[in-house]
Antibody, heavy 122, light 107 residues
Framework: EVQILESGGGLVQPGGSLRLSCAAS????????MTWVRQAPGKGLELVSLISSTGGTTFYADSVKGRFTISRDNSKNTLYLQMNSLRADDTAVYYC???????????????WGQGTLVTVSS | DIQMTQSPSTLSASVGDRVTITCRAS??????LAWYQQKPGKAPKVLIYKASSLESGVPSRFSGSGSGTEFTLTISGLQPDDFATYYCQQYNSYAYAFGQGTKLEIK
């Protein structure tokens, strides 16, 4: 059974940093692109970042470019999101999800983890 | 960037009804479209991919159609478990985009 489990969320002050982790199991992690998608309270879905199966290609939403860094450790079946210079509008549930291809293009996402809440507030 | 516009934003319906949700892309995305269902406090779950392919395990009352810029998700014979929020997602380009969501409510 495929399982995806996010961790690392919490309360952080504006300008602070946080690192999210996503542990995956039940599939060959190194064969699939992975993504982070966030959902602000009461709002819709926003793709934050995407990484190819090897980690060689990444994509970022304009809203996080230069502040967030996606990475993966295929030896540990784990995806990461390093979030720096956090702002109040980064407050959201952050979901990790599995792509359907090795490349960053032409992916839909399934399954998703349960999400981890990041709150940016003083 | 490609923009996705869903309609309606809210839809009220009864158990047994047939409902249709529309998603329009600002430019052609071929058939690179997925539909997700999300229930309160839960992660989204894919229902349809490549515009019309039913994900394994999803009931056959869900169907998708369309190509280019206009797409529909149809639920035939609404069940109580179907009342949720639905999102479309284009994956034609790097700049993946979701629609703003359609909340399906019980009438």
């Amino acid at each position: 059974e495929v399982q995806i489990l996010e961790s690392g969320g919490g309360l952080v002050q504006p300008g602070g940093s946080l690192r999210l982790s996503c542990a995956a199991s039940g599939f060959t992690f190194m064969d699939y692109a992975m993504t982070w998608v966030r959902q602000a309270p009461g709002k819709g879905l926003e793709l934050v970042s995407l990484i190819s199966s090897t980690g060689g290609t990444t994509f970022y939403a304009d809203s996080v470019k230069g502040r967030f860094t996606i990475s993966r450790d295929n030896s540990k079946n784990t995806l990461y999101l390093q979030m720096n210079s956090l702002r109040a509008d980064d407050t959201a549930v952050y979901y990790c999800a599995k792509g359907q291809r090795t490349a960053v293009t032409n992916n839909w996402f399934d399954p998703w983890g349960q999400g981890t809440l990041v709150t940016v507030s003083s | 960037d490609i923009q996705m516009t869903q309609s309606p934003s809210t839809l009220s319906a009864s158990v047994g009804d047939r409902v249709t949700i529309t998603c329009r892309a600002s430019q052609s995305i071929s058939n690179w479209l997925a539909w997700y269902q999300q229930k309160p406090g839960k992660a989204p779950k894919v229902l349809i991919y490549k515009a019309s392919s039913l994900e394994s395990g999803v009931p056959s009352r869900f169907s998708g159609s369309g190509s280019g810029t206009e797409f529909t998700l149809t639920i035939s014979g609404l069940q109580p478990d179907d009342f949720a929020t639905y999102y479309c997602q284009q994956y034609n380009s790097y700049a993946y985009a979701f629609g703003q969501g359609t909340k399906l409510e019980i009438k």
